[in-house]
């Protein structure tokens, strides 16, 4: 096996379906993706972009339950068009349990 941590490394759509599921079931947990993006936005991010997409979404979602439910169901979608946005995720820092360990391919 590789010493390289890509073999390792989790698949992105399970990784975003398990931060959606989290995030269903520990709303508040948004705050911890809030908290990082403000905290980056007062480093002085260079491409503030979508760190400003994020908050907007987020708090967007906070409006009402029914935007709540459609962020999740976002987040654990795996479509082209929301791949940009998430390869800058401020969900970093969420309590999420251990992943499963990806099989061996030998």
Same mark, same amino acid.
């Given at each position: 096996?590789?010493?390289? *941590?890509? *073999?390792?490394?989790?698949?992105?759509?399970?990784?975003?379906?398990?931060?959606? @599921?989290?995030?269903?079931?520990?709303?508040?947990?948004?705050?911890?993706?809030?908290?990082?993006?403000?905290?980056?936005?007062?480093?002085?991010?260079?491409?503030?972009?979508?760190?400003?997409?994020?908050?907007?979404r987020?708090?967007?979602?906070?409006?009402? @339950? @029914?935007?709540f439910?459609? *962020?999740? @169901?976002?987040?654990?979608? $795996?479509?082209?068009?929301? $791949?940009?946005?998430?390869?800058?995720?401020? *969900?970093?820092?969420l309590?999420?349990?251990?992943?499963?360990?990806?099989?061996?391919?030998?």
């Amino acid at each position: 096996m590789s010493d390289d *941590f890509h *073999f390792r490394r989790e698949d992105r759509t399970t990784r975003w379906c398990r931060i959606a @599921e989290h995030l269903a079931s520990h709303p508040d947990d948004v705050g911890i993706a809030l908290e990082n993006i403000e905290r980056w936005l007062d480093w002085g991010r260079v491409h503030p972009a979508p760190l400003l997409e994020w908050r907007d979404r987020i708090l967007a979602a906070k409006g009402s @339950e @029914e935007a709540f439910r459609e *962020f999740i @169901e976002a987040l654990a979608k $795996n479509d082209h068009d929301s $791949n940009p946005l998430k390869s800058c995720s401020p *969900f970093v820092g969420l309590p999420l349990p251990e992943a499963a360990p990806a099989p061996s391919n030998s």
